[in-house]
């Protein structure tokens, strides 16, 4: 099925915009994996439910029936990313950098002297939390800016025993690489360790499984930001095997994650809600809930197709300007229409500044969190992008991220700004 153009169900997009010398232009929004703009679907339904806010536990018809819509939201999350409902558990969190970090606690709870593999192609959200626990190990990329899978195996065998967790991306927020994650999976499990993806670029850009639990190749932690896929708000989930989680002790600690506490005694309640102590997130839930079914609808692969056109044109377009250098777009393993690029001879802020005060194009210019990544692929050494950044004069790079509402014109109004620069 083709998709019909999306844009109309998409709140801001096409909106005017003044540009500096005045002139009012339809705004093109291509900063897709800083944050989406938010699908009308998802608002009306935060609408609908805004009259009704009371407490979630509190009694009467009002607080159970936004428990129930609360709690419904596990099960849409579970079928969206093919966990399984006897066997996993969803938490709620307020983004993926908190999911994160939860589950960096709990693995140090398990052992705090075991040895946690990420990659360079991680976002810092997949990576600080595990540096700032344990002792790391990097998997390189190849000069291509793929996985260098020799590499992850390599980490495995001479960390053999120690490793009981690899971290890994399953879309790159920077040049929209997917590494293999099932392959990946099946090696992680033969070194008897679990696999967490970092699915906050991939589920709302293609068909994503954890497999069942059983399959070599099933991924034991998936973690995504609502914001990512089309909602305004926070709100994020991380899954996992329940009987992992019910063994640890929250390390969020306060209001509403107990089932009894005394002076001399406290229990916890059952997971996941022990892991969500504070006020729940409820229409950040909500308008997750929404979100993914209607990306559901609009069917994944269909959204996946669309966005390969997208992409071929873009990278295309972008080929066709001499001064345009791209990055990581000789991989094959491209799978979500994200490139960055520079100008030759102009900073990427001035680039950046261009595109959006000039012809009212939004696209992100910087580093955008994968800083280690963004080093490799402009091939600058530590040392020389600390020296940057104390003076002034950061690396960093400009990046088009697009989604599936966006247009073939919208490519072309880019790339003839960037031809005008
Ligand atoms: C690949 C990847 N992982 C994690 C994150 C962190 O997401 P959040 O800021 O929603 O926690 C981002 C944010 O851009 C990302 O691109």
Same mark, same amino acid.
């Given at each position: 099925?083709?998709?019909?153009?999306?844009?109309?169900?998409?709140?801001?997009?096409?909106?005017?915009?003044?540009?500096?010398?005045?002139?009012?232009?339809?705004?093109?929004?291509?900063?897709?994996?800083?944050?989406?703009?938010?699908?009308?679907?998802?608002?009306?339904?935060?609408?609908?439910?805004?009259?009704?806010?009371?407490?979630?536990?509190?009694?009467?018809?009002?607080?159970?029936?936004?428990?129930?819509?609360?709690?419904?939201?596990?099960?849409?999350?579970?079928?969206?990313?093919?966990?399984?409902?006897?066997?996993?558990?969803?938490?709620?969190?307020?983004?993926?950098?908190?999911?994160?970090?939860?589950?960096?606690?709990?693995?140090?709870?398990?052992?705090?002297?075991?040895?946690?593999?990420?990659?360079?192609?991680?976002?810092?959200?997949?990576?600080?939390?595990?540096?700032?626990?344990?002792?790391?190990?990097?998997?390189?990329?190849?000069?291509?800016?793929?996985?260098?899978?020799?590499?992850?195996?390599?980490?495995?065998?001479?960390?053999?025993?120690?490793?009981?967790?690899?971290?890994?991306?399953?879309?790159?927020?920077?040049?929209?690489?997917?590494?293999?994650?099932?392959?990946?999976?099946?090696?992680?499990?033969?070194?008897?360790?679990?696999?967490?993806?970092?699915?906050?670029?991939?589920?709302?850009?293609?068909?994503?499984?954890?497999?069942?639990?059983?399959?070599?190749?099933?991924?034991?932690?998936?973690?995504?930001?609502?914001?990512?896929?089309?909602?305004?708000?926070?709100?994020?989930?991380?899954?996992?095997?329940?009987?992992?989680?019910?063994?640890?002790?929250?390390?969020?600690?306060?209001?509403?994650?107990?089932?009894?506490?005394?002076?001399?005694?406290?229990?916890?309640?059952?997971?996941?809600?022990?892991?969500?102590?504070?006020?729940?997130?409820?229409?950040?839930?909500?308008?997750?809930?929404?979100?993914?079914?209607?990306?559901?609808?609009?069917?994944?692969?269909?959204?996946?197709?669309?966005?390969?056109?997208?992409?071929?044109?873009?990278?295309?377009?972008?080929?066709?300007?001499?001064?345009?250098?791209?990055?990581?777009?000789?991989?094959?393993?491209?799978?979500?229409? *994200?490139? /960055?690029? @520079?100008?030759? $001879? %102009?900073?990427?802020?001035?680039? &950046?500044? +261009?595109?959006?005060?000039?012809?009212?194009?939004?696209?992100?210019?910087?580093?955008?969190?994968?800083?280690?990544?963004?080093?490799?692929?402009?091939?600058?050494?530590?040392?020389?992008?600390?020296?940057? *950044?104390? /003076?002034? @004069?950061?690396? $960093? %790079?400009?990046?088009?991220?697009? &989604?599936? +509402?966006?247009?073939?014109?919208?490519?072309?109004?880019?790339?003839?700004?960037?031809?005008?620069?």
């Amino acid at each position: 099925m083709l998709l019909s153009n999306l844009s109309r169900y998409i709140e801001g997009a096409n909106i005017p915009v003044e540009t500096l010398d005045g002139k009012i232009v339809k705004r093109v929004y291509f900063n897709n994996s800083g944050t989406a703009l938010a699908l009308r679907p998802v608002i009306c339904e935060v609408n609908k439910n805004i009259p009704f806010i009371t407490y979630t536990e509190a009694a009467g018809y009002l607080g159970k029936r936004n428990t129930k819509k609360y709690e419904y939201v596990r099960e849409i999350i579970l079928d969206y990313v093919g966990g399984d409902v006897d066997k996993d558990e969803v938490i709620y969190v307020h983004n993926s950098t908190e999911g994160i970090n939860l589950l960096a606690d709990l693995f140090y709870q398990e052992d705090s002297d075991q040895v946690v593999i990420t990659t360079s192609m991680e976002h810092m959200a997949n990576y600080l939390p595990f540096k700032s626990r344990f002792k790391i190990a990097t998997v390189d990329i190849t000069k291509e800016g793929d996985l260098d899978i020799d590499d992850l195996v390599y980490k495995l065998t001479i960390y053999k025993n120690k490793v009981k967790l690899v971290a890994v991306t399953g879309a790159s927020n920077v040049t929209g690489i997917g590494p293999p994650i099932y392959k990946i999976a099946q090696i992680v499990h033969d070194y008897g360790a679990k696999i967490l993806v970092d699915a906050v670029q991939l589920v709302q850009h293609r068909p994503f499984s954890m497999k069942p639990h059983n399959n070599s190749s099933h991924i034991d932690f998936v973690v995504f930001s609502a914001h990512k896929c089309y909602t305004p708000f926070d709100g994020g989930a991380l899954i996992g095997p329940s009987k992992f989680f019910a063994k640890y002790l929250p390390p969020i600690q306060g209001s509403d994650n107990t089932s009894f506490v005394s002076s001399e005694k406290v229990i916890y309640a059952p997971t996941p809600h022990r892991y969500e102590a504070g006020f729940p997130n409820i229409f950040g839930v909500m308008a997750m809930g929404a979100a993914l079914k209607f990306l559901k609808s609009q069917g994944l692969k269909n959204i996946a197709e669309y966005e390969k056109r997208l992409y071929y044109y873009l990278k295309s377009g972008l080929e066709s300007i001499p001064r345009v250098i791209i990055y990581g777009q000789e991989s094959n393993n491209i799978i979500i229409p *994200y490139i /960055s690029f @520079n100008v030759e $001879g %102009i900073n990427y802020s001035d680039v &950046g500044n +261009y595109l959006v005060y000039e012809h009212g194009i939004e696209v992100a210019a910087g580093i955008p969190g994968a800083n280690i990544y963004i080093e490799k692929l402009l091939d600058v050494s530590p040392e020389e992008a600390y020296r940057r *950044y104390k /003076s002034g @004069n950061p690396i $960093g %790079i400009v990046r088009a991220s697009l &989604g599936m +509402y966006n247009t073939f014109s919208e490519i072309d109004r880019l790339i003839k700004a960037l031809r005008m620069i």
